[in-house]
């Protein structure tokens, strides 16, 4: 028979489990591609609601330090590559009307978002500084 870990004593270094897990919920949502794409939500809403699951809100699995600089250049990365993934797929003539409802996004809503999530990343989540405000960027 094989022998029975326990976990309370094991001593396994957090940041290979976040690995771990982020890798198996990669490997999922990639296998599970066919499905996602024929349901109502989106990859980024699943990795949204695993990563609230995950996180302290849900079952304290993946623990993230508020002042780790990684995070915020992360965040920054990520940013960057949903904008330019969205502008890939953008087929637009280049005039005013067709982009219309894009200006209004841009410069209606975005400030919106990024106003609201200040204070509620500063004030309820005791964020630092401008981290809340990429929430609403992204």
Not at 76 to 93: A, Q, T, Y
Not at 105 to 127: A, E, V
Request: net charge positive; charged share 10%.
């Amino acid at each position: 028979m094989g022998r029975v870990l326990n976990w309370k004593h094991a001593n396994v270094d957090t940041y290979i489990l976040d690995l771990l897990v982020i890798g198996l919920l990669l490997l999922t949502v990639t296998l599970g591609s066919g499905w996602i794409t024929r349901s109502p939500f989106s990859f980024a809403l699943i990795y949204l609601i695993v990563g609230i699951i995950l996180s302290p809100y849900g079952f304290n699995l993946i623990q993230i330090r508020p002042g780790a600089g990684f995070l915020e250049k992360l965040t920054e990365i990520v940013v960057l590559i949903s904008l330019f993934s969205c502008g890939l797929k953008m087929n637009r003539p280049l005039n005013l009307t067709s982009w219309g409802s894009t200006i209004r996004l841009i410069g209606l809503l975005m400030p919106l978002s990024i106003l609201q999530w200040q204070p509620w990343g500063t004030g309820f989540f005791n964020y630092p500084g401008e981290q809340p405000s990429y929430w609403g960027q992204s």
